[in-house]
């Protein structure tokens, strides 16, 4: 409970200051094309150290990467509430972005690792309910502040907060990794790490796991990059645009805490997965249509339950198809998709925005989401082999 609620408090604080990241760098001067560039910044270097961060949370364990990443998430902030420009966007977004992967990296590794089967369904949909809630005070208390004393203040405001995780994060105890395995004689641990590796992509619940993961927040990055800036182009305050982050956030909390009952009611994960895409594929594919406070409400809500639903179920994919000693290299690997498609995203839907207008940069990314959603026809035998009793397989 304890690493669930340094994580939580660490999405409060990531989550108060990254919406306002592309408001800060359009009232700068940036161009569409340029702000999708800042907000990909975030992704750039977890793109490439991803799968080193897993190896090193099986080494190390949990509390030294966690505590190192919150360290990291308070220094990205401070300087850009000490001086904001575009080129300290650009660095602070990569240093924030490297820390939080070490963050979520180390909770994930932790909470999947607490029980098997059914019990892991509860504890990590308990987890993210932590994260569901850290993301719904976040955005509605960092749009308010913004209002009220601007960006630079705001982000300063959010670099002290983020000193609460790292005091909680140092309370967190590690693990037992009785199963972590030692070098055979003539082998090395780099050697043994890309042979883990090599098992690890071939194998079937995590190839799944990183092609949903991937293709959800590959969509779900125009919501992050220009959302805020579609809504408060519609007149709203930066407060507003919170309110809807936060109520996305909402909506993601209050499905988590219920995943195993949603699962059974749904009879399996497959349909569980695919009915969420669907759900937050037309979410996004409407935004343009969504203009009064009621749509914008229901399509933040919509988009908040598939999501909520989707990225557990693909953590458990990852967590009962590798044994626990290879735990962290595989959740490495399924962050290394995610942060391939936070990278890219919001460059792509900044060229879409660029050339065609924010609008089409929404109907864009429901039409790829609902696509990849059609894919997920390709994986019900991977499916099915995760919904046998207590999830043992390791196929």
């Known amino acids: 409970m304890v690493m669930a609620s340094a ?26 094309a340029r702000v999708g560039a800042v907000v990909a910044a975030y992704a750039v270097i977890p793109l490439v150290l991803a799968v080193p961060a897993g190896a090193l949370v099986d080494r190390l364990g949990s509390r030294r990467l966690f505590v ?27 240093l924030a972005g490297l820390s939080e992967l070490l963050v979520i990296v180390a909770g994930q590794t932790y909470a999947t690792s607490l029980s098997t089967g059914r019990e892991r369904e509860q504890h990590l949909g308990w987890y993210t309910t932590m994260v569901s809630a850290g993301q719904l005070v976040g955005p509605l208390l960092g749009g308010v502040l913004a209002d009220a004393v601007g960006y630079a203040r705001s ?13 909680v994060g140092t309370r967190v105890r590690d693990l037992p990794w009785a199963s972590r395995q030692e070098p055979e004689k003539g082998a090395t641990s780099l050697t043994m790490e890309r042979e883990a590796l090599g098992r690890i992509l071939r194998t079937g619940g ?12 590959f969509t779900m990055g125009v919501r992050q990059g220009f959302y805020p800036i579609y809504v408060e182009g519609l007149g709203y305050s930066a407060g507003f645009v919170g309110a809807m982050l936060s109520l996305r956030a909402l909506a993601s909390m209050s499905v988590r805490p219920f995943m195993p009952r949603i699962v059974r009611l749904m009879r399996g994960r497959f349909p569980t997965v695919f009915a969420s895409m669907l759900v937050s594929a037309l979410a996004i594919l409407i935004t343009p249509w ?15 339950i598939g999501l909520g639903l989707v990225q557990p179920l693909s953590m458990l994919a990852v967590a009962e198809t590798v044994p626990q000693s290879e735990r962290g290299l595989a959740l490495g690997v399924r962050l290394t998709g995610n942060r391939l498609a936070q990278v890219t995203s919001p460059v792509l839907y900044g060229l879409v925005a660029e050339v065609a207008g924010i609008e089409a940069a929404f109907v864009a990314g429901g039409l790829l989401l609902l696509a990849a959603t059609g894919s997920l026809l390709l ?15 390791r196929g």
């Open 7 to 32: 994580t939580g408090l660490s999405f409060l604080v990531t989550t108060f200051s990254r919406p306002l990241v592309p408001l800060l760098a359009q009232e700068l001067g940036a161009g569409a």
């Open 206 to 217: 995590v190839q799944l796991a990183v092609v949903t993961s991937f293709a959800t927040l």
């Open 155 to 167: 982000f300063l405001t959010a670099s002290v907060l983020g000193l609460l995780p790292v005091l």
């Open 68 to 94: 190192a990443g919150a360290c990291g998430i308070v220094l990205g902030l401070g300087a850009i509430g000490l001086k904001p420009s575009i080129p300290v966007l650009f660095g602070a977004q990569a």
């Open 379 to 393: 994986w019900r035998d991977t499916f099915a082999h995760l919904d046998r009793p207590q999830g043992q397989v």
């Open 290 to 304: 969504t203009r009064d406070p009621v749509s914008l409400a229901v399509a933040s809500v919509a988009a908040g």
